[in-house]
């Protein structure tokens, strides 16, 4: 698990060292890039990745940057503008060698919500849901009747603190391109803390309540970590399932709300 995020690291050190030549800034290809949803803080990427290839997609505001990796699929991947209003930079990367890489494509795009947590009831590529998913109609179940958002919080929080357990083989062995797939989570009952945190923010979103995947580190773990906040009562707090479910399984008290000084946190999403 620590390998992975310190890669995760790197990567983003490595990104903020791209250079962009001025033939590379004109060649601006407005296909690949979908702001059809930008109402609710997000873009769409498709771009077809040769095989042979390794290609990231690059997003800055000012001084601050995020980057993903790109998939060959060929579908669309949604992506968040999660820095607040203002202009962003969109790039397509490739990479040339060891952690350098070129920009194939670039181009700005403006952000402006009334509604600034609107983008953390999106659907992302690492908080991936729909209305089909299992873990979604989980969630729906779960909060039936439910008519608060404490309510709601509370009823997904016990049933994944309560259900899912921490996967020590998959932490020795995970590697830089993994991305959590809440269904998988949720059938297995078995997930590393990006897991836990993916899960818990897709069922919260799929019910209305603003949910954060928050990464950094915290003086409960060893290791780089990920968690996240809710907004409950118009308030961002700090919320712990893998930890939790650790403590719970020990037979240990836990607390739903965490106190937040015990976290620092480096990347949202």
Sequence with gaps: MKKFYLMLLTIFVMATSVQLTSAQAAGIETGWLNTSQLNQGIIGVQYDVPKDKRIKLMITKGSSSYTYNLYASGQTEIFPLQQGNGSYKVSVLENTTGNKYKALYSEVVDLSLNDA????????????????????????????????????????????????????????????????????????KKGICYDYSSLFAAMLRSVDVPAKLVMGNSTYVTQYHAWNEVLLNGKWVTIDTTVDAGLVKS????????NSSKYTAVKYY
């Design 251 to 258: 037979n240990k008290a836990v607390e739903l709300i965490k």
């Design 117 to 188: 947590n609107a983008v953390y009831l999106s659907s992302v590529q690492n908080v991936k849901w729909s209305s089909s998913n299992k873990a979604i109609l989980k969630a729906k179940q779960l909060t039936l009747g439910k008519s608060t958002d404490q309510e709601k919080v509370k009823a997904i929080y016990n049933y994944i603190v309560a259900n899912v357990q921490y996967d020590y083989s998959l932490a020795s062995s995970v590697t830089t391109d993994y991305i959590p797939n809440i269904d998988n989570t949720l059938a297995s």
